[in-house]
Protein backbone atom coordinates (compact mmCIF):
# COMPACT_ATOMS: atom_id res chain seq x y z
CA UNK A 1 0.00 0.00 0.00
CA UNK A 2 1.71 3.18 -1.41
CA UNK A 3 0.66 6.36 1.16
CA UNK A 4 2.03 9.64 0.96
CA UNK A 5 2.84 11.56 4.36
CA UNK A 6 3.14 15.47 4.42
CA UNK A 7 4.38 17.49 7.01
CA UNK A 8 5.17 21.24 7.51
CA UNK A 9 2.88 24.21 6.40
CA UNK A 10 1.56 26.43 8.69
CA UNK A 11 0.22 30.38 9.47
CA UNK A 12 3.06 33.11 7.87
CA UNK A 13 2.95 36.81 7.14
CA UNK A 14 3.54 37.98 3.66
CA UNK A 15 6.84 38.05 2.95
CA UNK A 16 7.70 34.85 4.71
CA UNK A 17 8.90 31.14 3.96
CA UNK A 18 7.60 27.67 4.42
CA UNK A 19 9.17 24.36 3.30
CA UNK A 20 6.42 21.66 2.75
CA UNK A 21 8.14 18.11 3.18
CA UNK A 22 5.87 14.56 1.36
CA UNK A 23 7.45 10.92 1.77
CA UNK A 24 6.81 8.34 0.38
CA UNK A 25 6.06 5.25 1.76
CA UNK A 26 5.05 1.57 0.53
CA UNK A 27 7.74 1.47 -2.74
CA UNK A 28 11.53 1.22 -2.67
CA UNK A 29 11.59 2.20 -6.30
CA UNK A 30 9.71 5.45 -7.30
CA UNK A 31 9.79 5.91 -10.96
CA UNK A 32 7.00 8.21 -11.09
CA UNK A 33 6.42 12.45 -11.34
CA UNK A 34 5.90 13.85 -7.74
CA UNK A 35 4.10 17.45 -7.32
CA UNK A 36 2.49 19.74 -5.41
CA UNK A 37 -0.98 20.74 -5.84
CA UNK A 38 -3.27 23.40 -3.54
CA UNK A 39 -6.62 23.94 -3.52
CA UNK A 40 -8.59 27.31 -2.11
CA UNK A 41 -11.55 27.73 -0.45
CA UNK A 42 -14.01 27.88 -3.15
CA UNK A 43 -11.67 27.09 -6.14
CA UNK A 44 -10.16 23.83 -8.03
CA UNK A 45 -7.31 22.17 -7.02
CA UNK A 46 -4.61 22.99 -9.34
CA UNK A 47 -0.91 21.83 -9.89
CA UNK A 48 1.58 23.93 -8.42
CA UNK A 49 5.00 22.41 -9.19
CA UNK A 50 5.64 19.21 -10.24
CA UNK A 51 9.41 17.47 -10.34
CA UNK A 52 10.02 14.30 -12.53
CA UNK A 53 12.51 11.34 -10.73
CA UNK A 54 15.39 13.08 -13.60
CA UNK A 55 15.04 16.37 -11.39
CA UNK A 56 12.96 18.03 -15.00
CA UNK A 57 10.56 20.75 -12.72
CA UNK A 58 7.76 22.42 -13.87
CA UNK A 59 5.39 25.19 -11.98
CA UNK A 60 2.14 27.06 -12.37
CA UNK A 61 3.08 31.01 -13.63
CA UNK A 62 1.93 32.34 -10.26
CA UNK A 63 4.99 30.70 -8.19
CA UNK A 64 7.75 30.60 -10.60
CA UNK A 65 11.17 32.53 -8.95
CA UNK A 66 9.40 31.90 -5.72
CA UNK A 67 8.55 28.46 -4.81
CA UNK A 68 11.24 25.55 -5.49
CA UNK A 69 10.27 22.02 -5.76
CA UNK A 70 12.90 18.94 -5.22
CA UNK A 71 13.04 15.78 -4.80
CA UNK A 72 15.57 13.24 -3.10
CA UNK A 73 15.01 9.66 -4.77
CA UNK A 74 17.29 7.57 -2.37
CA UNK A 75 14.87 9.27 0.69
CA UNK A 76 12.00 8.72 -1.31
CA UNK A 77 11.06 12.18 -0.94
CA UNK A 78 9.76 15.47 -2.43
CA UNK A 79 9.75 18.93 -0.70
CA UNK A 80 8.23 22.52 -1.95
CA UNK A 81 10.65 25.46 -0.82
CA UNK A 82 7.92 28.01 -0.69
CA UNK A 83 9.07 31.92 -0.43
CA UNK A 84 7.43 35.41 -0.80
CA UNK A 85 4.84 34.49 0.26
CA UNK A 86 1.60 35.63 -0.55
CA UNK A 87 -1.81 36.00 1.21
CA UNK A 88 -3.13 34.15 -2.22
CA UNK A 89 -1.19 31.36 -1.38
CA UNK A 90 -3.57 30.15 1.30
CA UNK A 91 -4.78 27.16 0.46
CA UNK A 92 -4.29 23.12 2.05
CA UNK A 93 -1.54 22.05 -0.62
CA UNK A 94 -1.41 18.46 -1.16
CA UNK A 95 1.55 16.11 -2.48
CA UNK A 96 0.68 13.74 -4.97
CA UNK A 97 2.28 10.86 -6.98
CA UNK A 98 1.43 10.19 -10.73
CA UNK A 99 0.96 6.91 -10.82
CA UNK A 100 -2.78 5.17 -12.45
CA UNK A 101 -4.88 6.57 -10.55
CA UNK A 102 -2.75 9.25 -8.17
CA UNK A 103 -1.70 9.15 -4.80
CA UNK A 104 -2.74 11.99 -2.29
CA UNK A 105 -1.09 12.85 0.46
CA UNK A 106 -3.48 13.86 3.44
CA UNK A 107 -3.27 18.04 2.66
CA UNK A 108 -1.74 20.44 5.28
CA UNK A 109 -2.72 24.04 5.20
CA UNK A 110 -0.64 26.49 4.80
CA UNK A 111 -2.22 30.15 5.63
CA UNK A 112 -0.54 33.54 5.26
CA UNK A 113 -1.67 36.35 6.97
CA UNK A 114 -1.03 39.82 8.61
Known amino acids: QVSLVESGGGLVQPGGSLRLSCEVR????????MGWYRQAPGKQRQLVASVMRDGTTDYVDSVLGRFTISRDNAKNAVTLQMNSLKPEDTAVYYC????????WGQGTQVTVSS
Open 26 to 33: GIVYNPWT
Open 96 to 103: TLATSPPV
